[in-house]
């Protein structure tokens, strides 16, 4: 996945969140399944997913994932027998369900064309990043729906403003809810909380230690902004964004503004396509403006798959692992 992909993701969410929306307002289409068949127990559930309204007679039971951290809910949740496809796997799986993301079939490395999901018979698509349903690629959610298919984006590309901790529980339990495991979602989230508890015990009181997020880019630092779930999990684990005034979720800023904020530890984002994880180590190093900038002067480099600042299971555990990296003596 290059910087330029990334970005197109994040930064387009804003636009494809408002189309949805407006057209919700203007009379959108209600997604249903069949209406002639009885609802399953606990169904009819009807969700508002980013402007789209769908109402679910029965669980899905044909599903194909696009992004990892979709995925990674899926598993979570107990729901990989429902799994008959998934695409842009970006990186290595949580250990207790690598076993079961190495079975999966891919269908693409990067996002599948709509021919391509089609073909997998899915009745349920679940998308992690916009990119997912870009209508300029003909995945439109609106296309999916004509041909029967229902879907969810997740809901950190609704557009709402910045995104937390509480919005990782949410999507949970409205893909729980979807699926008919609402219990299941409510002992995962509770099962999350006390990590993240846990972790924050652990750091509280300790000084709030600069944190830069470094996702790529040379020419400048493309990095997560104050409405990115990362300015949460960094809080949690006892650090503070430096770039939490930056308005959106990923942004650029210059280097010279990095060296300014002089960030004492930076967050690498590691990932399938997002470049040499040691080569953009040694580009900090040997950025001039960086030189006297105490993370590169020391080295104070803690890495986190892109997954880990994002809405789905994955951020919890970056609490625990971050909290450990920015204080390491209370972990002793």
Request: proline share 6%.
């Amino acid at each position: 996945m290059t910087a330029a992909s990334v970005r197109f993701r994040r930064t387009s969410a804003l636009v494809l969140a408002s189309a949805l929306l407006a057209g919700c307002g203007t009379g959108a289409p209600e997604r249903r399944g069949d209406r002639n068949a009885p609802s399953a127990p606990g169904f009819p559930v009807t969700l508002d997913n980013c402007g789209v309204r769908t109402t679910y007679e029965r669980p899905p039971e044909r599903v194909v994932t696009i992004h990892q951290h979709p995925t990674e809910v899926m598993l979570a949740l107990g729901l990989g027998d429902r799994l008959v496809g998934t695409a842009f796997p970006d990186s290595a799986p949580l250990p207790g369900h690598a076993r079961e993301f190495r079975g999966l079939p891919v269908l693409s490395e990067r996002e599948p064309s709509f021919e391509t999901v089609l073909a997998a018979e899915p009745d349920f698509v679940y998308g992690g990043f916009d990119s997912a349903f870009a209508v300029q690629e003909g995945r439109s959610r609106e296309a999916f729906a004509e041909a029967g298919i229902d879907t969810r984006l997740n809901l950190e590309y609704c557009g709402r403003g910045r995104t937390s901790m509480a919005d990782a529980y949410a999507e949970i339990r409205a893909v729980g809810s979807v699926f008919g495991v609402r219990e299941r979602a409510d002992r995962l989230v509770a099962e999350l909380r006390r990590r993240v508890e846990d972790a924050h015990r652990a750091v509280r009181g300790a000084r709030a230690v600069p944190v830069l997020v470094y996702d790529s880019g040379q020419r400048t630092a493309y990095t997560a902004g104050g409405r990115s779930l990362a300015t949460d999990v960094i809080a949690l684990a006892g650090g503070r964004n430096v770039f939490a005034d930056l308005d959106e979720v990923f942004g650029d800023v210059s280097w010279e503004q990095v060296a300014e904020r002089r960030p004492e530890a930076i967050v690498i984002h590691d990932y399938e396509g997002g470049g040499s994880l040691e080569r953009k180590k040694e580009f900090l190093r040997s950025h001039p403006a960086l030189a006297e900038v105490p993370a590169v002067r020391e080295e104070r480099f803690v890495t986190l798959p892109l997954a880990a600042t994002l809405v789905g299971v994955r951020p919890p555990h970056a609490v625990a692992e971050l909290a450990r990296g920015l204080h390491p003596e209370r972990f002793r």
